[in-house]
């Protein structure tokens, strides 16, 4: 299993601690540097191991850089604390983002980015809680992580525990019908220490969601499930920051981020076959020029 890089890790808590104290610019500005760098190491990453899921690495980035540079209460020092905050990644085909967001928050050294997706390599295309600190469970199979995520909120009820849980849900995986039944228990039981993220990109493998399982009016669904609604961009990390605030009431929040798959990269932005399409040498070299502007 990977190690703390306790320098980075520090680095990193320093960070939070100074974003705690700084207005909104600042924050935003922060994170936006973070997800550019978020975006060319997955790129870099992706290009080095020939696979990845970099259209969907790109529209969940704003998300995940959110959550770990200003919401979520961990310490990657203690990645098994009790009462840490709870982050699952349902939609595990974008674990290259994940792990990218891990590493700039010292869960583990930014050197093992190299061996993503490599022979024997920790950091495989899906996440392993086993392998990887601060993966709280094993996700790839869509519809499992919402599961686990309703237990894991369940069970911080139970125990009286302060500790928020969040999942991020691909729109696509939302055809699965354990979300719905996960859904239906979390608004059963008031859990409103959980957060559940919808990523709407409105793209899946090979098609767009609506012309595959129509998911629209989404946010009715979600109400009528006994869930707060909240909807904004999905790439403003303002708006996600005013989204991630927690619950007011006993309900359940869903995020619905509206998002575009690709995002940052003109090329791939809002076009199916980026879904886990590889870029060239000559594509790469034009990401990473977009991407640095």
Known sequence: MLTTDGAQAER?????????????????????????????????????????????????????????????????????????????????????????????????PESALETFAGPLSPLNGHPNRTKVPGVETNTGPLGHGFPVAVGAALAAKLNGSPRRTFVVLGDGELQEGSNWEAAMTAGHHGLSALTAVVDRNRLQQGARTEDTKRLEPLADKWISFGWDVRECDGHDHRGLLAAFAPATGDKPVCVIAHTTKGKGVSFMEDRVEWHHKVPSAEQATAAFEELAR
């Open 12 to 108: 990193y808590l320093r960070l939070r601690q100074r974003l705690a104290g700084s207005d909104a610019d600042e924050v935003a500005a922060t994170l936006a540097d973070l997800a550019r760098k978020v975006r060319e190491t997955d790129l870099a990453m992706i290009r080095r191991a020939g696979l990845g899921h970099i259209g969907s690495d790109y529209s969940v980035t704003d998300i995940l850089v959110t959550l770990y540079g200003a919401v979520l209460s961990i310490d990657p020092r203690d990645p098994l604390a009790p009462d840490r905050d709870r982050f699952i990644l349902s939609k595990g085909h974008t674990a290259g983002a994940l792990y990218a967001v891990l590493a700039q928050c010292g869960f583990f």
